[in-house]
């Protein structure tokens, strides 16, 4: 893996794994409370973490997983699910109309990864009655399947594919999707958008992805783009910040990577825009799932 993925991915996951912390300790469905076999009953979950529900005003998971398909009873796979943001609102809807959910983690994860992934697993095995059988695989450099061929109904990736851009695992990535996914089956994007007057960074350093560079990934490997969406998107993001991407919310850098944060970095104008501007995609794999 490259240094800048490294140093990247820590920052990240530095911040991913005190969410995981968190989620870690939140509560599990309810005691005598009903499964969430609706949508709008899984986000609105008491399980999950007060600070990830603040979240929902900038991702939008209801609208998102309805723009993306998801139905009672399918099969989905969640790319490097991190500490589990979007897992607390798939997997109990899954688990309460009888889909089934993989989650594909990170494969040979680092020290940090590591926490990270152990915090995601202890969730997971706090509360099987309320998130199911998670089926865990691995995604990354290596890895094999992340579910069996042709089985998947939709395939998520939220917000990580400048990671993999950075480490040369863009176009992996999109294969290993195409592989799991049924003919008709939908591939979800969401991820921080880059200004489309701006050169193009196949590295994405800043954390910024260009729109056309991620339809131009998913149609290489076979995909077609059924629709774009502005449901994450953010006018008030610029797209150009000291610390790219990671200087807003919910990371909130105020240094470089590697240096300790700086307290006299001015927070204010970046706080005031919230989280990223995004885009949302909607990739299908061509086929029918009746023929």
């Known amino acids: 893996m490259s240094d800048i993925f490294i140093s990247r991915r820590g920052a990240v996951l530095s911040g991913l794994a005190a969410a995981g912390a968190l989620a870690a300790c939140a509560p599990g469905r309810p005691k005598g409370a009903a499964p969430p076999k ?67 983690d990170l494969q040979a994860p680092d020290a940090e990864g590591r926490t990270l992934d152990e915090a995601y697993r202890h969730k997971l095995a706090a509360s099987p009655g309320l998130y199911g059988k998670v089926n865990l695989t691995a995604f990354g450099a290596t890895s094999g399947p992340v579910a069996p061929a042709g089985t998947a109904d939709l395939v998520l990736f939220l917000r990580n594919l400048h990671n993999w ?52 990934l998913g149609q290489e490997a076979g995909f077609q783009l059924a629709a774009a969406s502005e449901i994450n998107a953010n006018p008030k993001d610029d797209h150009n910040h000291p610390f790219g991407v990671w200087t807003l919310p919910p990371v909130r850098r105020s240094s470089a990577p590697g240096q300790p944060p700086d307290p006299g970095f001015d927070r204010a104008k970046y706080d005031a825009v919230g989280e990223s501007d995004r885009m949302t995609l909607k990739f299908v794999k061509p086929g029918s799932q009746n023929g």
């Open 38 to 104: 609706t949508l709008e009953a899984a986000v609105a979950g008491s399980w999950r973490a007060p600070a990830d529900k603040a979240r929902d005003v900038y991702r939008h998971p209801l609208q998102s997983l309805q723009f993306w398909g998801l139905k009672p009873g399918q099969t989905v796979v969640e790319f490097w699910p991190g500490a589990g943001w979007y897992t607390d609102i798939v997997a109990p809807y899954l688990a309460a109309t009888g889909g089934k959910f993989y989650a594909a």
């Open 165 to 216: 851009m950075a480490a040369g695992l863009a176009e992996k990535a999109f294969r290993d999707a195409f592989a799991a996914l049924k003919p008709g089956g939908v591939l979800g994007v969401e991820e921080h958008r880059a200004d489309p007057a701006a050169v193009p960074d196949v590295l994405a350093q800043s954390g910024y992805v260009a729109q056309a560079y991620v339809v131009k």
